[in-house]
């Protein structure tokens, strides 16, 4: 699937904010769901019970994600928590990008943040650069990784977004 750009993410997505720049509890409603991986996922060491809040439009993709990574580490967990696929970093969350004004895809539901203790961004490496079956099914769903950002890598987020 070809992801909408940039420009093009309100008409995709729809705009999580009102008028007002506040978010949209309808747009929420409307527009949000949770996806479960098949292993077992943590938030800041808690374990993720309801799943990773993302939009709707890229839950079929994330769940293709997930269950490509889970077969490629051959049902194995210690093989999950190596790869870093087991520490998720964050979903939705109605934020600008750091140090600009305008809306983050998180707000849109539209990325993920993964590993991010061993992802940190703006680093000069990231633990993702080693995990070639991680990065290879997200890339088949055309899912923009950040560590292939010019201006600051963000070696923990993936987004359901062209760049072109």
């Known amino acids: 699937m070809k992801w909408p750009t940039v420009a ?26 949770y996806v479960v991986a ?11 019970s309801k799943g990773m809040k993302v ?3 890229v839950a079929g993709s ?8 889970w077969d490629k580490a051959g049902h194995d967990p210690v093989v999950i928590k190596q790869w870093g696929m087991d520490a998720y970093g964050g979903g939705y969350e109605f934020r600008p990008i750091r140090g600009a004004a305008s809306l983050s895809n998180h707000a849109f539901g ?32 055309g899912v923009f990784w950040g560590g292939n950002f010019h201006h600051r890598k963000d070696w923990m987020h993936w987004e359901w977004i062209t760049y072109s």
């Open 110 to 141: 539209a990325a993920i943040d993964m590993d991010p203790s061993r992802n940190v961004m703006g680093a000069s490496t990231g633990h993702f650069q080693t995990v070639k079956p991680v990065l290879d099914a997200f890339a088949r769903e």
């Open 8 to 33: 093009e993410r309100i008409a995709f997505y729809g705009n999580p904010a009102l008028p007002n720049g506040n978010p949209d509890p309808a747009w929420q409603a409307a527009n949000l769901t």
């Open 62 to 69: 994330l769940q293709r994600v997930l269950a490509e990574i």
């Open 55 to 57: 939009h709707k439009k």
């Open 38 to 48: 098949p292993f077992q996922m943590a938030y800041n060491g808690q374990k993720l």
